[in-house]
């Protein structure tokens, strides 16, 4: 679903407190009436989202423009299913009208979403009970369907509705046979119907066809109506469709009739003689082996479509009867030049190696794989090669091929610059394959493309645990390390070859993005230490170079990081080791001028690469002396004020971090008493005043952080630091910062109550221990910084993750104070009334009134009244739960096509 | 079609084409880093400078200790800098007809060839580039005449004395010929002779050619140049840019078709990327100043510097350097910064319509309201009262030989926290600073040259396919510091032709048409004859008359009356012989029906052979021999006339006459 199309349906809650909603439409009684409300655009996890609004900022839209975009409802309303598994009378009565519209070609259906949705709603019904009862029921339906094979102006969408429709309702066998009664199967996919007629050029009806034969072939009589009707050689000729959709879904459809054709897993051993299959499998299987032989590409391809789907989703023992029979035809493919359908051959090949139905030694696949690999050109080859890297069980001999086809454009690489691939060997007997040679010198695009596929290929097998062994660690280094100088274009080839492939790839940036990539990778492993020295040099390179793209200065400092932290360590100390200190003091500089570089995408990287060093070394003496000697500690302090607001957020984020390890130097001079103390200023200043949501969030993320780990600004007067911060985020408009707002009051109210915090927040554990001292006293704090009010406020909150998150917050509050009864109830003191009278405001929208200084009892008492888990129950449904019932749907179509007849007097 | 090259510089050029009887000069560029073998020119007295030591000979003999000095290691003339000119000596440049400049760095040696060589036509050059060029002259000028020294070195240019001396002295070509800077004077009097033209102007040159300045990308009203006849055309790529900065976007599709490109100013720097050097510049220019030094950068007073301060006047906000201040130093400082402004019609689109708004087209103009950005024209006067530390300093000139430049890096040199930033490609950076050294202040180098470079190249020649491409030497290879670098040169075919300095090239070029006006009487009396369909013939007895390189045909005169003889005839009235002619034929003879004819006219045993170029008809009985062939016929037959007779008329039966 694209970001920012949160539904009608759940637009059409936000509009108000739900009196306008249509009769039965109104929300699932909640406790205190609370609806779901609020932006679904900003989720949690996303995090640059454009910021939240409030709904009463929302323009008010009329419910025919709510409905008119359904397009995301209806998907949503396939994904979660709809609730209603029987027809209820209500729906049976809108059925005839909503029939008679759809056979009425004067009224359009606009929105064939809503075909979706009806039709998912009829599967839903169909698979719970009986389709014969349901149109026997409904004869309107057998109208309907009857309607259609009228020579008539019927419009694609609805014709295809209902075929596809015929096709779930016919996928019981009694119901095939009532249709099968009055001929309307024949005559709906047969000649007669839409196929012969001018309605079949319309690719949706050829489509519903499909469809509707798909859902009908689902038992032995499906099988001999195939037959009759003769729809398998349709649906051959529709493998050849214009239509992508339609040409796939015959080849699917094939496939599920072949299965349904042949013999199941419990059936006798299947017969290597085509005489003994069925009728239908025969000519199925016939049509391929016709197609394998044929001389035109695209037959070939769809035949081997076919079987990589069969092969992939069938594992009956039929299945290795077929390889066995087909497999000869597939290998003849290789002897031709060049190899017809190279692609779709490979994805056949590794979904038969994959297949747990076939036994692969016997069937003689090993050897039409390593056929394949040596007959494929290197860039069809190394997917190939990757997918038989991966498989479990197979041979040494060809996982060594297979490899070796992976390497070989590296191989080459490394001869082209006249380096030594490596004393390891696996390279040694590839370097010479000039067919390699050839891909990659000709053009830029292919030297690129196989290059940056090899990488990728490389990159994926890495951290496999059947990764071929042994690992060519070094020479591969020596390859990244070679095609990034040669993409930077400081390395010298001498070779003609050389010189060619430097010019050909100086300065792509999809390479050098791919092998920094690789690089970062290779890490993981070790290497030889002149090796590493070189992955430095051309890392720092990199970082150095002005030519570095953006994207490939954030994966040369991805890369930098990782190298260093896989640098080897003194045994007992965590610090840098001191090549990696070395290194540590030539980069800061370039730190340093990328932190003032006019890209603020540099600047942004730049940040983030501190931020992950200072996590890593911040308490290192070594490291904190290299930076602590350079200008890169003022410089991010200057960035706070940066014009972009990604690059102050990540500052913000960088300083907590440099904070928290005591790295902020104090600016000198009387103008700043306390360096430490004016951050924390200025991050409250940035919290209460920046116009954009990230630096807020990343301010919230920083003081939580601080919270926890008792920084020493906080933990001076923690009760007012967190009393300031909630007062700032609870005005915030942008959600995530409230969200944030409420895990730094649950953090605080941890470590109030003296609690180790749970996993789970909401994990109700009556078993824990009663706070120490009395409760109300442990509670007391909690109401000095206001933590309720913030709270109470949230869980009101027009955005559902907050409203969410503060449900929890107070359920885990709730069970922590539950096993202690010291405290007096206070339910019906005439606070507790007005507290809840406030509440109720607050729930209808209205917060503008304050709830006052609360007493801990109070709190205690508002806290048991209201009804959290069914709160908490209605928030985790989704936003249109409410709307979602099959007549919301019925009645939304028709409401579109203007047969309720609400709408009319709108005209005038 | 000859080129003379007259300058070994390929961003400097000086060519001259010989094309249609015309002899038109291509730019005249001045090679200034002669001058880096001279002492800097300081504005006040410099007891560093003045106290150098005198450079004797390795056998003590220190004759030459007045002109040259020893400075770290390297040693220079101490004396008023001088300029390496076009060659004067290959070809007479009284000669020149015209002068065509395509961007204002490329005239600066306009004033020694105007002034001293006889020349008499006509120089062409856009406003901008003459505006902009006078005031690089200017600076020039003011820069050398307002620090004047006594001393003329001569001495070191002696023949057998440059031999003894240590490079780069030993290996500087052609000393005799450098010579100091021109006056004001000249630099008027050169300039007067430049007559102004716009972007696709046609300019007819004595008939023969047309040249037409065409948009290059490169700087405010810079040119590339076709040079064209009917049948020919000639490009001249010099300075382009593909890059989108201030100036208008380059013209490229004017430049298909060219029989012959020559193509110089490419980009000096083919390895910078002018973006990443830009940003190069922002980072290092921020870094200085938030450490509390201050930035000089060396540049030209137009070109460049309305990008860079473009580029800073986005960034300083970001950067956080609102206020830090700019001062820009040059004695056209102010023109410069207001001519930009004006000149609309050359500016990118983007640019040319905030004229219309209005607003300035360069931001500059708000830097310079909101008092970010000070000019002055020297360092004396208000800039003394006004300048205040850390701060940036943009001034000339970028050879760090003179100007207000010689003074700062005297000023700032000795301090670490102050950097220099080079962004002119023209001057070595080291060569530049070796008079300065020791320096203890950073030095940046951020060479900012939007010429094309060799994959913008690649793809432009691919895109206007030139039949034939003439280039500097130095394109055609790559350079010798980075000989793998295949990528950093011309690439086609045929391979490019290159020149070297005081060659001269014979281009590939022949002239195979010349057009032709035939007078409207003498075409009104011709009758074509359709000879194929679409193709008709007419023949035309005419009087070809030249003058001014046009060529017109007219009718020819009527046949005199005959005169008693009294009057003598004037030679011009001769009239050519006019015999009467005989038919064209035109047309093939159909060998089958031929034959046919031949029997049908009694010929009896014809055999026919086919050959490589035709046929031969055979008459056994007559002893003839028909030789047909795709445009000759023969009959040989033995002394019988009566039959050649014959058989010609059959075989004329076939052709058509006209």
């Known amino acids: 679903m694209p970001a920012g199309s949160s539904g009608t349906y759940h637009r059409r809650l936000c509009e108000g407190d739900g009196s306008v909603l249509p009769v039965g439409r109104r929300p699932v009684s909640a406790p205190l009436r609370v609806g779901p409300q609020g932006s679904r655009s900003g989720l949690p996890g996303t995090l640059r989202v454009s910021r939240g609004r409030r709904p009463c900022a929302r323009p008010r839209r009329t419910r025919q423009v709510a409905r008119s975009g359904v397009g995301p409802a209806a998907a949503e309303g396939r994904a979660a299913g709809i609730s209603s598994l029987t027809m209820d009378p209500e729906c049976s009565q809108l059925l005839p009208a909503l029939c008679a519209v759809l056979a009425d070609p004067r009224q359009p259906m606009a929105d064939d979403t809503c075909l979706e949705k009806l039709l998912d709603w009829f599967k839903t019904i169909t698979e719970a009970g009986s389709s014969l009862l349901l149109l026997q029921g409904n004869p309107c339906l057998v109208e309907l369907l009857c309607h259609m094979l009228k020579p008539q102006d019927l419009s694609s969408r609805v014709l295809a509705f209902s075929l596809r429709l015929t096709g779930v309702l016919a996928a019981q066998e009694d119901c095939f046979q009532y249709l099968q009664q009055g001929e309307l199967l024949p005559k709906l996919f047969g000649e007669a119907g839409p196929l012969g007629g001018a309605a079949w050029t319309s690719p949706t009806v050829r489509s519903g066809w499909i469809q509707g034969l798909r859902s009908l072939a689902q038992h032995p009589s499906a099988l001999h109506f195939l037959a009759d009707c003769g729809a398998v050689d349709t649906i051959f000729s529709l493998q050849e469709d214009s239509s992508l959709f339609v040409a796939s879904a015959a080849g699917q459809l094939l496939v599920h009739i072949l299965g349904l054709s042949m013999p199941g897993p419990a059936g006798g051993p299947p017969s290597l003689q085509a005489g003994d299959w069925p009728a239908c499998a025969q000519k199925i299987v016939g049509h391929i082996e016709e197609s394998l032989r044929a001389t035109a590409t695209p037959q070939i391809t769809q035949a081997l479509n076919v079987l990589t789907t069969t092969f992939g989703h069938c594992h009956d023992p039929w299945t290795q009867v077929l390889w066995v029979r087909l497999s000869p035809l597939v290998a003849g493919l290789l002897e031709k030049d060049p190899v017809p359908a190279a692609h779709s051959l490979v994805d056949l090949l590794l979904s038969v190696a994959r297949s747990p139905g076939l036994s692969s030694s016997s069937c003689g696949l090993w050897e039409t794989l390593a056929q394949t690999l040596s007959h494929l050109s290197p860039t069809q080859a190394g997917p190939l090669a990757l997918g038989i890297l991966k498989l479990q069980d197979c041979p040494q001999a060809l996982r060594a091929q297979a490899f070796a086809v992976l390497l070989q454009p590296l191989a080459c690489v490394l001869k082209a610059t006249a380096q030594d691939p490596g004393p390891s060997g696996v390279l040694d007997g590839i370097v010479g394959d000039s067919m390699t040679a050839d891909m990659l010198l000709p053009s830029k695009a292919a030297c690129v493309g196989l290059l940056c596929r090899t990488l990728a290929h490389l990159e994926l097998l890495l951290p496999l645990p059947q990764r071929p062994c042994p690992w060519p660690q070094a020479p591969l280094l020596g390859a990244a390390v070679t095609l990034l100088q040669l993409c930077g274009g400081s390395a010298r080839p001498t070779s003609d070859a050389g010189r060619h492939l430097c010019a050909l790839l100086l300065g792509c940036v999809r390479v050098q993005r791919a092998a920094l990539d690789f690089l970062g990778t290779l890490s993981e492993g070790t290497g030889p230490r002149e090796l590493v020295t070189q992955v430095f040099a051309v890392l720092l390179e990199y970082l150095r170079s002005p030519d570095s793209s953006p994207t490939v200065l954030k994966k040369a400092f991805q890369a930098t990081f990782r190298w260093l932290l896989s640098s080897p360590k003194t045994p007992g100390c965590w610090d840098l080791d001191p090549h990696a200190l070395l290194f540590l003091r030539d980069l800061l500089p370039v730190l340093q001028k990328r932190l003032c570089s006019p890209c603020w995408e540099v600047r942004d990287s730049g940040l983030e690469f501190l931020t992950q060093m200072t996590r890593h070394w911040g308490g290192q003496a070594g490291f904190r002396h290299a930076l602590l000697a350079s200008e890169v500690p003022k410089l991010t302090e200057q960035l706070l004020r940066d014009p972009e607001s990604y690059v102050r957020a990540s500052a913000v984020t960088a300083m907590g971090q440099l904070s928290s390890q005591g790295l902020c130097v104090p600016p000198a001079g009387p103008e700043h008493p306390g360096g430490q103390q004016s951050l924390l200023a200025e991050l409250l200043h940035i919290l209460s005043t920046d116009s954009e949501g990230f630096p807020r969030r990343a301010v919230m993320q920083v003081f939580t952080q601080w919270l926890r780990d008792s920084h020493a600004d906080v933990a001076g007067d923690t009760e007012q630091f967190v009393a300031g911060v909630l007062q700032v985020a609870s005005q915030d408009l942008d959600w995530e910062v409230r969200a944030q707002g409420l895990e730094l009051a649950l953090v605080f109210l941890e470590q109030t109550l003296g609690q180790p915090r749970s996993h789970c927040p909401c994990a109700v554990t009556p078993a824990v221990a009663a706070p120490v001292g009395p409760l109300a006293q442990a509670l007391q704090p909690l109401c000095r910084v206001r933590l309720f009010e913030f709270a109470f406020r949230a869980l009101f909150d027009c955005d559902r993750p907050v409203a969410q998150k503060s449900c929890d917050l107070l359920l885990f509050l709730r069970a922590k104070t539950a096993s202690s009864g010291s405290l007096q109830e206070s339910r019906s003191s005439p606070h507790v009334a007005s507290v809840e009278a406030a509440l109720q405001r607050w729930q209808a929208g209205d917060q503008a009134q304050p709830l006052g200084d609360l007493e801990p009892e109070v709190v205690l008492a508002v806290l048991r009244s209201l009804d959290l888990e069914g709160l908490q129950g209605a928030l985790a449904e989704s936003s249109d739960h409410v709307e979602k019932s099959p007549q919301s749907l019925l009645q939304d179509m028709l409401a579109t096509v203007g047969v309720l007849g609400g709408n009319e007097a709108d005209c005038y | ?658």
């Not at chain 2, 004396?79 to 000119?85: A, D, M, N, R, T």
């Not at chain 2, 962004?423 to 203890?440: H, I, N, V």
């Not at chain 2, 045993?605 to 008459?619: Q, R, S």
Request: net charge negative; proline share 8%.
């Open chain 2, 1 to 658: 079609m000859k080129l003379y090259c007259l300058s070994g510089h390929p961003t400097l050029p000086c060519n001259v084409l010989k094309f249609k009887s015309t002899t038109i000069m291509l730019d005249c560029g001045l090679d200034m880093t002669s001058t880096l073998n001279f002492l800097p020119l300081p504005l006040v007295q410099s007891p560093r400078l003045s106290n150098l030591p005198g450079w004797s000979l390795k056998d003590g003999n220190a004759f030459l200790d007045k002109e040259l000095k020893e400075c770290s290691g390297h040693v220079f003339v101490d004396s008023v800098p001088e300029f390496c000119l076009p060659e004067t000596e290959l070809i007479d440049l009284s000669t020149v007809d015209v002068i065509l400049i395509s961007n204002y760095h490329c005239m600066m040696a306009l004033p020694y060839i105007t002034e001293h060589t006889g020349f008499s036509g006509t120089v062409y050059a856009t406003e901008p580039t003459v505006q902009i060029g006078r005031l690089l002259m200017e600076e020039l000028v003011n820069f050398i005449e307002r620090v004047p020294k006594a001393q003329s070195a001569s001495l070191w240019k002696n023949k057998d004395i440059q031999r003894l001396l240590p490079s780069p002295l030993k290996d500087a070509v052609e000393v005799s010929t450098w010579r100091r800077c021109y006056t004001m004077q000249e630099v008027n009097s050169a300039l007067s002779k430049i007559q102004l033209v716009g972007y696709s102007q046609k300019i007819e040159l004595f008939g023969a050619v047309q040249v037409t300045p065409l948009s290059s990308g490169y700087a405010l009203g810079s040119s590339n140049w076709i040079i064209q006849s009917h049948y020919e055309k000639v490009s001249y790529v010099s300075g382009s840019s593909l890059l989108t900065t201030h100036p208008q976007p380059m013209d490229q599709a004017s430049l298909k078709n060219s029989d012959v490109l020559i193509l110089t100013g490419l980009t000096q720097i083919p390895t910078a990327n002018p973006d990443g050097m830009v940003g190069e510049f922002c980072s290092n220019l921020a870094l200085t100043v938030r450490n509390g030094g201050n930035v000089l950068v060396p540049c030209y007073p137009s070109g460049v510097i309305y990008d860079l301060l473009e580029c800073l006047y986005q960034y300083i906000d970001s950067a956080g350097l609102s206020n830090i201040p700019f001062y820009f130093i040059s004695p056209v400082a102010n023109s410069s910064l207001e001519f930009s402004q004006i000149f609309a019609e050359w500016l990118c689109h983007n640019k040319q319509t905030k004229v219309y708004l209005p607003e300035p087209p360069f931001p500059h103009a708000e830097l310079i309201q909101t008092n970010k950005l000070k000019h002055y024209p020297s360092l004396h006067g208000d800039f003394s009262s006004d300048f205040r530390q850390p701060c940036v300093v943009f001034t000339g000139h970028p050879s760090l030989r003179f100007g207000d430049v010689v003074h700062f890096m005297e000023l700032w040199g000795k301090s670490s926290l102050n950097t220099v930033i080079f962004t002119e490609p023209d001057f070595s950076y080291l060569e530049a600073l070796a008079p300065y050294q020791p320096l203890a202040m950073k030095c940046i180098y951020c060479p900012i040259d939007t010429r094309l470079n060799f994959i913008q190249v690649s793809k432009l020649l691919k895109e206007v396919q030139p039949l034939h491409v003439v280039c500097p030497e130095q394109y055609t290879q790559p350079p010798p510091a980075q000989s793998h670098r295949m990528d950093l040169m011309i690439d086609c075919q045929p391979p490019a032709m290159s020149y070297r300095r005081a060659e001269v090239l014979a281009l590939p070029f022949k002239r195979r048409y010349e057009k032709i006006e035939i007078m409207p009487e003498l075409a009104d009396a011709l009758v074509p004859m359709e000879i194929k369909p679409g193709i008709s013939l007419a023949t035309v007895s005419a009087v070809l008359h030249t003058k001014d390189n046009k060529h017109v045909l007219q009718p020819p005169p009527r046949p005199a009356q005959p005169t008693g003889g009294k009057k003598r005839k004037r030679a011009s009235e001769d009239i050519p012989d006019c015999k009467v002619l005989k038919p064209l034929l035109s047309g093939s003879i159909p060998v089958e029906q031929f034959v046919q004819t031949l029997e049908k006219h009694g010929f009896s045993d014809i055999k026919v052979e086919d050959t490589a170029k035709g046929h031969i008809v055979l008459l056994q009985e007559a002893e003839t021999l028909i030789q047909i062939e795709e445009d000759s016929t023969h009959i040989i037959c033995d002394n019988d006339e009566m039959l050649r007779v014959r058989l010609r008329d059959l075989v004329l039966k076939f052709l058509q006459k006209f």
